[in-house]
């Protein structure tokens, strides 16, 4: 599809969440169902704000009237479909033909997929903004997700379709019509049915706000990461994500799945000119823009002993990591002392980077002990390392 100059089309758009089915397979009404210390459908509007999307139509059906208050509190708009019983593409109908005649285009998503990102969102309004395209799809690992854009071009279709195939079989008919943006975020790839899917993905909540592996490879195809340096920031993250986690038995405040995702991607724009600033802006981009403070600064930190930050973290590992092996910080930096021992300037640059990495190796050892470093040590992730859950395939 053609490229068009850039508009921010949030102003235009309603998302048309879906909430009216009968939930049978949950054995609960799963709108109303807590989800962290919102409801699930709090959480699901939440989200959509924190995109940027504040007009909301939620489409009701079973227990329409239990659904009422919330949506009332929340202030987004009911869209009743009292056919409901006849499938979901009867909610679909229900929620086009709720839109007033100045939405220009919805997203679409059933209220069941609860870790699905803001910054998911954020993409495919950009991709919409940017392109001619009737339907985008967001795309992780090369599978289409929600929520798909849908331009107002298909609305009377929608309306006047006797629904045979579903949504689904409708928009392919205009396949050519369609383009993809890849995202970050298995979370649109999920639902929940049943209540073991519930259980999973309550409990992945807590730490879904960093990236997981997954996610974090998808990023390094959208960077075009060689495959060597992706072999390095796996080793660094298992280097760091151990620091980590022993900091954190000992009491430590630290965040062992920041420390993680940070080092794993930290040179994930290496090559490019000022690398890690280049790497930090790609993850605000991206959406993550937490992991982004660590990578900026993994190349020079000034550390202060009072406290062993992820940033801090990510900067040791990395220098105790040569490729996929772990050195010691003599091993790492005696190249490049003896290189420029004759350039004053790039000589003081490598001095104050050892210094730095030796501080905190020194005060990482006050705090956890020995850190037993032996040259020669491959590292890697171990399987499903930093996976929330793991058990969900995607």
Known sequence: MAERADRDPAATIVAIVLAAGFSSRMGAFKPLLPFGERT???????????????????????????????????????????????????????????????????LLAPVDMPLLRPSTI???????????????????????????????????????????????????????????????????????????????????????????????????????TPEATRRHGRAVAALATRFARRLQAAGEAIDPDLARAAALVHDIAKGRRRHAEAG?????????????????RHMNLAFDAGRIDESAIVYLADKLVRGE????????????????????????GVQRRLASAQAICAALEARIGSLAIDDGTRLALSAGEGSWPAAIAV
């Open 40 to 106: 699930l459908i709090d959480h699901f509007v939440t989200n959509l704000r924190e995109a940027g999307v504040e007009r909301i139509h939620v489409v009701t059906g079973f227990q329409a009237g239990d659904l009422a208050p919330e949506l009332t509190r929340l202030g987004v708009t009911r869209a009743h479909n009292p056919d409901f019983a006849a499938g979901m593409f009867s909610s679909v109908r229900a929620g086009v033909a709720s839109l007033p005649a100045d939405v220009e285009a919805f």
């Open 280 to 296: 930090a802006a790609l993850l605000r981009e991206f959406g993550f823009p937490e992991v982004a403070a660590p990578v900026a």
């Open 122 to 224: 954020v993409r495919v309004l950009r991709a919409a903004a940017a392109r001619d395209s009737t339907i985008v799809y967001p795309t992780f690992r090369g599978k289409r997700g929600h929520p798909p854009f849908v331009r107002r071009a298909l609305f009377a279709e929608i309306l006047d379709s006797d629904g045979d195939g579903g949504l689904r079989a409708l928009l392919a008919r205009h396949e050519d019509e369609a383009s993809e943006v890849a995202v970050f975020d298995w979370g649109c790839l999920v639902d929940m049915d049943r209540r073991h899917d519930y259980r999973r993905l309550a409990a992945a909540l807590a730490g879904h706000r960093m990236p997981d592996v997954a996610e974090c490879e998808t990023m390094f195809d959208a960077a075009a």
């Open 325 to 348: 092996t772990r050195v010691s910080l003599e091993t790492r930096f005696g190249s490049a002392l003896d290189r420029f021992a004759n350039d004053p300037s790039a000589l003081a």
